[in-house]
């Protein structure tokens, strides 16, 4: 499953719409009061950091802009949609009982319906909008997510030597080699995928741009590819694409073992609805220990 999609930042320019993912998780949930009609939003802050968080949906939660730049979730109360045209969360048919509400002047019951449209706080609350049939109400950057959520996308496998496992021992000064192992294109992509709602079609396409591994030594190393397999007949020589030396012994970590971490970051371009952008956000394994000793010890 898609994780690791988190707070989103999401900047309107004329057509053009960039959304960034970052890697804390948070979300936004939006009521709106029984009594009063006022929306409330509550920032909620699952904590997640790890390679497998069932905490997000596949960008459900992304986030969208009003017309003067303030960011709101992209889901309003009750389920409703942000709507960039109304400027509103777009929700069901308004029913307000009896012989229920008049068209507008030039309008019939045949041509639209009235819908609950839910204002944006602060001081928000809601009002009847007309809503004429075949407008797509939906923002693109909502379906742009949904066809994310739908490429299922994953956290890499990791390849390093020395390999990971409890008899596995690397030595201080050597290669260190790392790269993806076994790539598809739900862990590196490109992947393809389309989502729609009426007559608005939005097709985005994602891809790795670059890996960053956390290599538990206070180090990072950022690699723009797959990195290279190692193979026996490389011997001691250092990874053409990806890696890394280790300057000490791992023993005094925890497990006596380096916990290495790698977050892919990938890059979509979407467009549709009249729109294109790009969303970016980043996938996190989970922690790879691997054990660092040094020649004279190994061999007393």
Request: charge should be negative.
């Amino acid at each position: 499953m898609l994780r690791k999609l988190l707070a989103f930042i999401v900047a309107l320019a004329g057509s053009l719409v960039i959304v960034m993912v970052t890697a804390s998780a948070a979300s936004a949930d939006c009521v709106a009061d029984p009594i009063t009609g006022e929306v409330h939003c509550e920032d909620e802050d699952n904590g997640n950091t790890g390679g497998d968080d069932e905490g997000t949906d596949g960008g459900s939660s992304s986030t969208c802009s009003t017309s003067s730049g303030t960011e709101i979730p992209c889901t309003g109360p009750g389920g409703s949609v942000w709507s960039s045209s109304h400027q509103c969360w777009v929700g069901d048919v308004w029913d307000p009982g009896g012989a229920g509400a008049q068209p507008p002047p030039g309008q019939t019951n045949q041509d639209g319906a009235w819908h609950i449209c839910y204002w944006p706080p602060p001081g928000s609350s809601w009002d009847p909008v007309w809503v004429q049939n075949g407008e797509v109400t939906i923002d693109p950057v909502v379906l742009a997510q949904r066809a994310i959520a739908s490429m299922d996308l994953d956290p890499i496998q990791i390849g390093i030597v020395p390999e990971s496992g409890p008899n596995r021992v690397g030595l201080v000064g050597l290669p260190v080699w790392m790269w993806v192992d076994s790539p598809t294109d739900d862990t590196f992509g490109p992947i393809t995928a389309s989502a729609s709602e009426g007559s608005v079609s939005v097709s985005a396409t994602a891809s790795v741009s670059n890996i960053v591994w956390d290599m538990g030594d206070g180090t990072t190393v950022t690699c723009t590819g797959k990195g290279t397999p190692y193979a026996d007949h490389y011997g001691k020589q250092d990874s053409p694409t990806c890696g890394h030396r280790y300057e000490k012994m791992s023993t005094d970590q925890p497990d006596g073992a380096y916990q290495v971490i790698a977050t892919s970051h990938w890059v979509v371009e979407w467009t549709g609805g009249g729109q294109s952008g790009t969303i970016e956000f980043d996938l996190t394994t989970d922690a790879v220990p691997v054990r660092i000793g040094e020649a004279q010890v190994l061999t007393q």
